[in-house]
Every structure is written in structure tokens, then in C-alpha cells.
């Protein structure tokens, strides 16, 4: 009974390769998100989906796109992978607005080594 | 903007020393929310505490321990009679807007047996 679960746990992958991650989340939660955790630990959000509507873009390479198919799930696709895509990966979600006091539940995280 | 600065990088302690992480952040909200995560070294990030800033009360819950400071903008963690499965980074955060969470740098903890 996982509460938020992500596939793969582990990636490698070669340079220029397209690969794909998948959350799925079995709380209920309307807002669903992807985080990048560099090598120094610092985390930062890239996208958020709230009812599976597109809430939130940071400024990340077109080259990574996140997709909604339900609320429940929020996959990441990247293309022609590079090495500096190198880091964990995390999907995380909400009941609702973090600012109206709503914690985040993390996934495992999914580690993606891009050689 | 908002920000969480988390000025210690790095804090080692002996097995049952107690040991306070500083939060220090910026918000131009009048009412805003704060959390603490702990990452233990097995990766996940877990959800430890909200705050309102409505409520400064301290907070206790174990050997953990919170210290809200409104008038400081701080709001520091406290592990007493640490333990080595304490070891961790940990992580002060702040909604950035409404579902942006901005987090500090994070803390790690190293307790030694």
C-alpha cells in the first residue's frame, strides 16, 4: 500500500537516449509534482499537474515533459538524455496548496545516471 | 522572494548530544506555512512537521523539538539525545506560492556511535 511509487527505481542510460519515469500515487491527491535533486542535494521543482492540469513549468529543457494521463499518475519523459540530466528524480503529492499548509509525499525516487 | 537559507552544511555529533539546525527564511506573506523533511541516507524524503506562522508555540514531539522565532524569521530544529539513526540531510522548506515548496539547502547529519 505505497503511497506515492516511481518506476524505474535505478536508470542508466547512454547520452542521446530517451527514457521515460513513472509516478503513480494511490492517496487521492489532486496536485502531483516532479523534483531534481543535484548531486549537492538540491532540491527543485520542475513541474507540477493539479487535476491533471499543467500548474507549474519551471525552466527546465524542453527536452523533459512531463504527462498527466489521470490524477492519480504523472510521468516524465526525457529526450536525447545528456549528462548533465544526471540525479535523482523525485514525484511527490498534494491534497492540496502547500501555502494553505498541505505537506508533500514523497516518492522512492528514481536515480538516472546518464553515461 | 521567498527563501530558506539553512547555513550549516554539514553538523557531526557523538551519540546522545543534542543538536540544533538552523532555519532561517524570507517570505513578504503575512500568513505562510513551514516544513521540515528528513532524507535519510536510504533516499526517501520524509515529511516531519508543518508550522503556521500564526502559532508560535514551540513544538515537541519525542526528542524532536521545534523553536519558531517569527520576529527572527527563523524556525530551527532540535534533535536531543541524538541517535545514529538520526543520520540525515534534512530540509527546511517555505511555499513559494500556492504550490511551490522553495527548500534550503539542507543539513546533514552525521551521529556517531
Known amino acids: 500500500d505505497t503511497a506515492v511509487s516511481q518506476t524505474p527505481k535505478y536508470l542508466v542510460t547512454q547520452m542521446g537516449n530517451d527514457k521515460s519515469i513513472k509516478c503513480e500515487q494511490n492517496l487521492g491527491h489532486d496536485t502531483m509534482y516532479w523534483y531534481k535533486q543535484d548531486s549537492k542535494k538540491f532540491l527543485k521543482i520542475m513541474f507540477s499537474y493539479n487535476n491533471k492540469e499543467l500548474i507549474i513549468n519551471e525552466t527546465v529543457p524542453n527536452r523533459f515533459s512531463p504527462k498527466s494521463p489521470d490524477k492519480a499518475h504523472l510521468n516524465l519523459h526525457i529526450n536525447s538524455l545528456e549528462l548533465g540530466d544526471s540525479a535523482v528524480y523525485f514525484c511527490?503529492?498534494?491534497?492540496?496548496?502547500?501555502?494553505?499548509?498541505?505537506?508533500?509525499?514523497f516518492g522512492p525516487g528514481t536515480r538516472l545516471t546518464v553515461l | 522572494a521567498q527563501k530558506v537559507t539553512q547555513a550549516q552544511t554539514e553538523i557531526s555529533v557523538v551519540e546522545k548530544e543534542d543538536v540544533t539546525l538552523d532555519c532561517v527564511y524570507e517570505t513578504r506573506d503575512t500568513t505562510y506555512y513551514l516544513f521540515w523533511y528528513k532524507q535519510p541516507p536510504s533516499g526517501e524524503l520524509v515529511f516531519l512537521i508543518r508550522r503556521n506562522s500564526f502559532d508560535e508555540q514551540n513544538e515537541i514531539s519525542g526528542r524532536y523539538s521545534w523553536n519558531f522565532q517569527k520576529s527572527t524569521s527563523s524556525f530551527n530544529f532540535t534533535i536531543t539525545a541524538s541517535q545514529v539513526v538520526d543520520s540525515a540531510v534534512y530540509f527546511c522548506a517555505l511555499p513559494s506560492n500556492d504550490y511551490k515548496l522553495s527548500f534550503g539547502a539542507g543539513t546533514t547529519v552525521t551521529v556517531r556511535a
Open positions: 511527490a503529492s498534494s491534497q492540496a496548496a502547500s501555502s494553505s499548509g498541505y505537506e508533500q509525499f
